[in-house]
């Protein structure tokens, strides 16, 4: 995506299927989504650093705070996947509705068992199947960044996070597996969210001539 010229106010960028421009919205919406990424990444990275800290007798008081941080996460989570650009539409109400499907799953185990979230999914890893919907969201962003930026840490990530649940949901891996790759998750999240925050803003947007085309395609 290259600048072509500019006019008084905006610049024009030549797309795929015609010029466009950047407007303020789309700024904002940008801005948005790094933002939601970096209150999910700190949510997520703190609530790993008390759960490993404290392993493996975690006081309830802990557990609580982790379960505040766990309800931080997924609503910054859920702020990401509306303000984030994917050309493919359906892709992106898919990782809607896996945070929306994970986070419903959550609600209703937490309500049931009157137990901190981190606690269901460690002492039932069947839970994940549920549960494990919100972070098949968080893998599709992962993907997404590393196929559209060519990211190390979100290359990793995409393997990482589904390996995790799968080997907890199996009970394949020890218990030392799971909390370095616990720890890596979180640190490598971090990462990520503090390089977004400082990546130029219009790759980001996008080719906004790809989203009109594909619109228009689909009236």
């Not at 940008?30 to 008390?50: D, G, N």
């Not at 997924?74 to 990782?95: K, N």
């Not at 209703?108 to 901190?116: K, V």
């Not at 030392?176 to 969210?193: C, H, K, M």
Request: aromatic share 10%.
């Amino acid at each position: 995506m290259q600048s072509a010229e500019s006019n008084t106010t905006l610049a024009v960028y030549e797309g795929q299927f015609g010029n466009f421009t950047i407007t303020p919205s789309d700024r904002q919406s940008v801005i948005i989504y790094r933002s939601a990424l970096m209150v999910a990444a700190v949510c997520f990275a703190a609530a790993t650093s008390l759960i490993l800290w404290r392993s493996p007798n975690i006081e309830l008081d802990t557990l609580q705070l982790v379960n505040w941080l766990y309800i931080g996460f997924s609503i910054a989570l859920g702020i990401a996947l509306a303000t984030i650009h994917i050309y493919l539409a359906i892709l992106h109400r898919a990782l809607q509705l896996f945070l929306a499907i994970g986070s419903i799953a959550a609600i209703i185990l937490a309500s049931q068992t009157h137990q901190p979230i981190a606690q269901i999914i460690y002492q039932q890893p069947l839970t994940i199947l549920g549960i494990g919907f919100t972070f098949a969201a968080l893998t599709g962003i992962f993907f997404k960044e590393a196929f559209c930026f060519d990211r190390f840490e979100t290359k990793i990530l995409t393997f990482i996070v589904p390996a995790l649940l799968l080997g907890h949901l199996t009970n394949l891996l020890p218990q030392t597996i799971e909390s370095i790759l616990l720890a890596t998750w979180a640190g490598l999240f971090l990462i990520f969210a503090i390089r977004k925050s400082i990546q130029p803003i219009p790759p980001d947007i996008g080719d906004k001539s790809v989203f009109d085309h594909l619109k228009k395609n689909q009236k």
